[in-house]
């Protein structure tokens, strides 16, 4: 639960005025001063190729303009102009404010836009931009893991809990450990958690081939056979069947405000006194107003609760029915007793509080009521509970926060109602035309309100205003998928834009994602106050309306405000620590991305050439389908000893390969005649950084080496001297980095130039042959060739599609060459039925 809104003294409110007064001084002073500025913000993730595509110019000054461009980044040349569209710059505390809309342009590759005499951020274009999204947010679940918490292996909360507020159990011992921790605090809450888990579920139903598998069912890495949503979709599950341990009995949420007493701390490390030992308080579900001090929810009935449980054991269920059918009778069993608790006492149950009156204040359950429903009737094939979600599902047609344009704290709960999209999808075409009709409804709303908002943003911008974000685009994704209906396209895409870095701050608003972007760095996290280190993969709780912000009480901000132009609208947002109410990461707005990012991963996937991909985005491996084995060579320096037996192997056996050479290794005159001779015999060329620079640390390679025009300086030198060969960036698109060692950032540094950065395939070995007998590392060519032919015995899909490196040229004291097994290593594939391809045709 995060910290709430606090009246305010008279002398508080004068410090306020005089805070929002020094801040209008500073920007009014930063204009005449001649610091006046204009910005482009893009989705810094990227467009697909068919979206719609939209940024906005924003601007200090009134700019009269004409004409915007869009150019491609590696060559330089003008691929569209258009002409911008004003919208209402005074929203956001601006004089200018355009949209510059791009969408006709299709083609896959990295773009600037240019308009008002500024440039925008790099804008990629392309089918993989939002490749391993719906994955990267898992982080952060992992992270918020209680337990055991895999995110720093260690254990927390061990003696969970302690019974409160039960008419004849409180006092006794409960297990309940595991779950998530709700957000910067270390509280649970049954209604946050059932949702996040109901979201993977749904998420993966949907989407399934957006998920990976590189962690175990204990959130470390190492995979398990189980994709990695599912591992935490059943965290939770069992932590809810603890949570519902018997039938009518429920607990609501463990810990309460209590926890706010110790400030920041890790979750390993919490020593909060609830006098109770070493134990937390476990809310028993009363149906009743609830609090064991003087401040009381309002909860009128256990509904709420109760049916968000049935809709996560429900979909469980389902989700777990082969893989592991013990579980899924279990979950089906609790499901079914979860609707008839939550029918015997129809009400909102809200969380609890004790040091202040601030809770969770949801206030309407009908929508659990028809989720629950219509999850039974399209999952589990219950169909005579359609009728009951019908019913309930009318009772609330529009989400009250799309209608009304306000909500209190999670007030309307969740905050998207996938029940109407669930009930979209019946057989029955009356049925289905309702429920549809009633998303559309909603949408409506939000594009009137939408108006003239450059962005357009229709949502409002109470605390936690990115779960509107969320939800909004969740509603509309979902309605054009189930409908087809395009009405609502650009409001959806300005929404998925908004999150990352299309709004007035440029900022993701997802911890780390993009790597190479603007994202929160500084969250309201005792990581960030104690690790030094961002919460990746968390979203953030969003901007907040200024008139709110200006009445919270303890914020004080840790740094000087990078975003202090922007603040001037009609919400506020801080990348710092100190910023409670815009700036804290939460578990269930995080899980409730899932679905969203899982559908336009996998919307980009279709129609794209069937490459294989790492979590940087470089191409590891071509088609798996095909047959087809791709060659490739490096080389550097004075390590060319293999140079002409490679050339001879190829030459003889016909085979065609790609290489490539760092800048200083085209300009060495020793081998003009010898690359001449590659590209006469049809090999593609490609270039491997100028001077082979070592882009990240070795040992964490998230710390990059290099800056951003160190870097494109040197891509540029590269191809400098590949000219002299008459290779130009046009034709040697594919791009080896150095070391083969690179992180996100410095992938999305070679994408803006204009390249696609590819590797080897995992585990294939033969990069060892630079290894020598001195290195701990070492493998001779025996090694190297047997580990490869157990790849390709072992592997699925052997070594369809597999990028194999060898290096031209290796150290003396490697006296086994690798190389000159290349021979041998070609006729045994051939016999297996290879093929061998050039990069440069494949992508």
Partial sequence: MKFQRKSLTSHQRKNNMKRFFLALLIIVSGLIAGHAETVIRVNQMGYLPDAVKVAVLLSDESLEVKTFQVVDSGTGNLVYEGAPESADASIWGKQTALRLRLTPVQKPGTFVLRAAGVESPPIRIGRDVYRGTADFILKYMRQQRCGFNPYLNATCHQHDGIIVDHPTRSGEQIDVTGGWHDA???????????????????????????????????????????????????????????????????????????????????????????????????????????????????????????????????????????????????????????????????????????????????????????????TFAMFAGLREFEKDAKYWGELEPVTPWMELHRARHYQFYPFVNLGHALLARSDDPVLATQFSGSMRQGLEQLQMRAADDPFPMGVPFPWCSNNFVTAAATQARLYREITGDETFAELEAALIDWLFGCNPWGTSMICGLPEWGVSPMLPHSAYTYLRKETTFGGLIDGPVYRS??????????????????????????????????TNEPTMDGTASLSYLLSSLECEGRKGQPAVLRDRYGVVNRLDPESKTVYLIFSAHSDLYDGKQAIADALRAEEVAASFFFTGEFYADPQHRDWIRGLIDAGHSLGAHSDRHLLYADWNDRSKTLVTKQECLDDLAANFEKMQAFGLTREQCRSYLPPFEWYNGETVAWCEEFGLQVVNFTPRTTTFFDFTTPDTASYKSSETIFGELMAFESQENKGLNGAILLIHVGTEPARRDKFYNRLPQVIRLLKDKGYSFGRIADAL
């Avoid at 309460?256 to 979750?267: E, F, Q, W």
């Avoid at 269920?317 to 007793?337: G, N, Q, W, Y």
Wanted: proline content about 4%.
């Fill in 548 to 581: 709110i912000y200006d009445n919270l009480l303890g914020i004080h901000l840790f740094h000087p405000d990078k975003f202090s132009g922007y603040q001037a609208g009609k919400a506020v947002y801080h990348d710092d620590i100190g910023d409670y109410s």
């Fill in 184 to 374: 910067s605090d270390y509280l649970q809450y049954t209604m946050t958690s059932a949702n996040a888990t109901y979201q993977m579920l749904f998420a993966y139903h949907a989407n399934p081939a957006a998920y990976g598998d590189e962690y175990g069912a204990d959130g470390l890495p190492g995979a398990n056979g189980v994709p990695d949503i599912l591992d935490e979709a059943r965290w939770g599950l069992e932590w809810l069947v603890k949570m519902n341990p018997a039938k009518n009995e429920m607990y609501n949420q463990i810990a309460d405000d209590r926890d706010h007493r110790l400030g920041y701390r890790l979750p390993s490390e919490d020593k909060t006194d609830y006098d109770l030992g070493e134990s937390r308080p476990v809310y028993f579900v009363t149906g009743k107003p609830q609090g064991l001090g003087k401040h009381v929810n309002r909860t009128t009935g256990v509904a709420s609760t109760a049916a968000k449980f049935a809709s996560a054991f429900a979909l469980g269920a389902e989700t777990f029915r082969e893989s592991d059918p013990a579980l899924a009778e279990l979950l089906s069993v609790k499901a079914i007793d979860a609707w008839e608790f939550a029918k015997s006492d129809l009400g909102v149950c809200q969380t609890a509080c004790l040091a202040s009156p601030y809770f969770y204040e949801e206030d309407n359950y009908v929508d659990d009521m028809e989720l629950a429903a219509a």
